[in-house]
Nanobody
Framework: QVQLVESGGDLVQPGGSLRLSCIASGNTFSIGAMAWYRQSPGKQRELVAHIFNDGRTTYTGSVKDRFTISRDNAKNTVYLQMNSLKVEDTAVYYC????????????WGQGTQVTVSS
């Protein structure tokens, strides 16, 4: 199995920056694409950024050019660099991974709170 643990969430002022980290453990050799999702009160969980095995990335329109997803496979870590943060970015951010092998399944982290407020 694969376990994901996020960190880096904090209270930050509008316009500020945060860097979220997600460390994977377990059968990390089986990890494929990884992603960051977020969920705010009263809203469905939404995909924020996705990074594929070949390095291609996708972003939801509201964060494009402000957020950057990256991964360091040697450290089994995925990052989300968030710049120019807005109040509407406030949410719990979750790390997600696709796991491949005899069975294909996914794994979620516990979430980390990001609060953008003045």
């Amino acid at each position: 199995q694969v376990q994901l643990v996020e960190s880096g969430g904090d209270l930050v002022q509008p316009g500020g920056s945060l860097r979220l980290s997600c460390i994977a453990s377990g059968n990390t050799f089986s990890i494929g694409a990884m992603a960051w999702y977020r969920q705010s009160p009263g809203k469905q969980r939404e995909l924020v950024a996705h990074i594929f095995n070949d390095g291609r990335t996708t972003y939801t329109g509201s964060v494009k050019d402000r957020f950057t997803i990256s991964r360091d496979n040697a450290k089994n870590t995925v990052y989300l660099q968030m710049n120019s943060l807005k109040v509407e970015d406030t949410a719990v951010y979750y790390c997600h991974a696709m796991i491949y092998g005899t069975m294909t399944y996914d794994s979620w982290g516990q979430g980390t709170q990001v609060t953008v407020s003045s």
